[in-house]
Each structure stands twice: as structure tokens, then as C-alpha cells.
């Protein structure tokens, strides 16, 4: 006999909150980490290479990652002001997420493990944020979709310039 799957209760089943969702009491301010902006895409047609470079907001660093052909286009067609016929991806998941009543505040790249990189979607809705496990380019394309800002904790930028 199957072992029985969790039953979602309201909206958010308790079962996904627990193990992709965080919530926590309203906090705007991030510790630690550093802002970033686009700083530009480099789009390699013949390779399955596509670089998103960050650069620090208020200092010299440059944060480059390796990200997917689709995130990578889509982070190209919005700075190009180009609107697509029909939602794609990182817009239907804007939309969702203005539809349910949440806003996104920050994209935080929070950890770097075993050559991979992590991310924070954080969301907020009423009296409290809930924050949510992405991948870093689908995360920075949200980001650029719902224009917030992009913050890079210091010991991921630290493992950069001096990886252990």
C-alpha cells in the first residue's frame, strides 16, 4: 500500500510551507548582504552558456552567474522594454503572485554549495514575509519582471574573490 500524500488545506498546504516556505515577522532590512544591479547578459547563440553580470551598488564587485537560455531571454526582453503577446513564465509567476495578494520585496542569492548557487524569493502579503527556495536565474528574472532589488549575501561574494 502507497504511502498517502498531505491533503492540502487552504491555499498554501501546510505540508509545501514547511518544507519551501519560510514566514517570518516583517523585516525589510537584510543583513549582511549586499545590493546588486544588472549590470549586463551576455547571450552566446552557439553555446548553452548564458553569463547574467551583477555589479555592487554602492562598490566594485562583480557577481557573474551562468544561467539558462530561457531566464536569460526573458531578463533580455524586459530590459529591452519588449512585452510578449502572451505571459511567459517569470510573468505568469508575477502575476500569480500580485493575484494572491503577495508582493515580492527582494531577490536574496544566498548561498553558494558544491559549485551551486542558491536564492530567496521574498514575499509579502499584510503582516508577515514569506520567503521561498528559487534558483538564482529564475529568481533574477523575477526580480527584473517586478523590478525589486537583488541582494548578494557577503560570504557568497567572499567565496568568489577567495574560494577555500
Not at 514566514?23 to 548553452?48: C, F, G, K
Not at 502575476?95 to 514575499?123: C, P, S
Not at 523575477?142 to 574560494?163: F, S
Amino acid at each position: 500500500m502507497r504511502p498517502r500524500r498531505p491533503v492540502a488545506r487552504g491555499p498554501i498546504s501546510s505540508w509545501w510551507k514547511r518544507r519551501r516556505c519560510r514566514t517570518e515577522p516583517r523585516r525589510y532590512h537584510v543583513s549582511m548582504a549586499v545590493q546588486m544591479a544588472l549590470s549586463r547578459i551576455l547571450i552566446r547563440e552557439t553555446d548553452d552558456t548564458h553569463i547574467v553580470e551583477l555589479r555592487e551598488v554602492e562598490g566594485d564587485r562583480v557577481f557573474p552567474i551562468v544561467i539558462g537560455f530561457n531566464e536569460a531571454a526573458a531578463i533580455e526582453r524586459r530590459l529591452m522594454g519588449q512585452e510578449p503577446p502572451r505571459p511567459q513564465t517569470h510573468e505568469l509567476l508575477a502575476n500569480m503572485i500580485e493575484q494572491l495578494g503577495y508582493q515580492v520585496i527582494k531577490i536574496v542569492i544566498n548561498d553558494l554549495r558544491e559549485h551551486t548557487f542558491f536564492a530567496r524569493i521574498y514575499l509579502t502579503k499584510s503582516d508577515h514575509v514569506v520567503d521561498i527556495d528559487s534558483r538564482p536565474s529564475d529568481a533574477i528574472a523575477l526580480g527584473v519582471a517586478t523590478d525589486v532589488p537583488v541582494y548578494v549575501e557577503e560570504h557568497v561574494l567572499d567565496q568568489l574573490v577567495d574560494p577555500e
